[in-house]
């Protein structure tokens, strides 16, 4: 098992640049894939970005060339590093471990693109 803690979110201007982070209560080398997922009112979550243990990502069309993952082992912490930020960036951001064949899900952090 894992919990999973969000921080970062909040109101930016359009073009404008948040960094979201999410701590893990227990290693990050031994999970499997750790994701950022978002849903917009009205909308289905979407996967938006993932970072699998060997290194591999995966990057949403919409999100492609604005925004990075990155982790740091030594905090148990991943980052999602949001640039360019579109209003149609808005929602709720979600931190999701893939243990095995099991999901945790963080409680998610609002961001609000807006002028």
């Known amino acids: 098992q894992v919990q999973l803690v969000e921080s970062g979110g909040g109101l930016v201007q359009p073009g404008g640049s948040l960094r979201l982070s999410c701590a893990a209560s227990?290693?990050?080398?031994?999970?499997?894939?750790m994701r950022w997922y978002r849903q917009a009112p009205g909308k289905q979550r979407e996967l938006v970005t993932a970072?699998?243990?060997?290194?591999?990502?995966y990057f949403a069309d919409s999100v492609k060339g604005r925004f990075t993952i990155s982790s740091d082992s030594a905090k148990n912490t991943v980052y999602l590093q949001m640039d360019s930020l579109k209003p149609e960036d808005t929602a709720v951001y979600y931190c999701?471990?893939?243990?095995?064949?099991?999901?945790?899900w963080g409680q998610g952090t609002q961001v609000t693109v807006s002028s």
């Open positions: 999701n471990a893939l243990i095995l064949v099991n999901n945790y």
């Open positions: 970072l699998d243990r060997s290194g591999t990502t």
């Open positions: 227990r290693s990050i080398v031994t999970i499997t894939s």
